[in-house]
Nanobody, 122 residues
Framework: QVQLVESGGGLVQAGDSLRLSCAASGRTFSSYGMGWFRQTPGKEREFVTVISWSGANTYYADSVKGRFTISRDNAKNTVSLQMNSLKPEDTAVYYC???????????????WGQGTQVTVSS
């Protein structure tokens, strides 16, 4: 089992930066790919980024390329999302997820955190 808890969300202005963290518990954390997804009311959960178990491979949604960076520290059982140049359209609840491989599809992830709210004002 893997338990995930997100933190670091908040209210910021457009152009600001924010760093989200996901703390994991469970001995098998390092064997999973870790993804970040986001969701706004009335929309499906949207892929943001994913990192492989080793950290060697990363993928980003076109909407966040060049602005967001995902990283992980398996020794500390954490995955982070550095968000720069935030835009109002980045406003969403952000979720971290653990699964096999490096899928861009939400349903492929086995474990999910409860989410953290990010609000970007204009």
């Amino acid at each position: 089992q893997v338990q995930l808890v997100e933190s670091g969300g908040g209210l910021v202005q457009a152009g600001d930066s924010l760093r989200l963290s996901c703390a994991a518990s469970g001995r098998t954390f390092s064997s999973y790919g870790m993804g970040w997804f986001r969701q706004t009311p009335g929309k499906e959960r949207e892929f943001v980024t994913v990192i492989s178990w080793s950290g060697a491979n990363t993928y980003y949604a076109d909407s966040v390329k060049g602005r967001f960076t995902i990283s992980r520290d398996n020794a500390k059982n954490t995955v982070s999302l550095q968000m720069n140049s935030l835009k109002p359209e980045d406003t969403a609840v952000y979720y971290c997820a653990a699964g096999y491989g490096t899928s861009l599809i939400a349903r492929d992830y086995r474990y999910w955190g409860q989410g953290t709210q990010v609000t970007v004002s204009s």
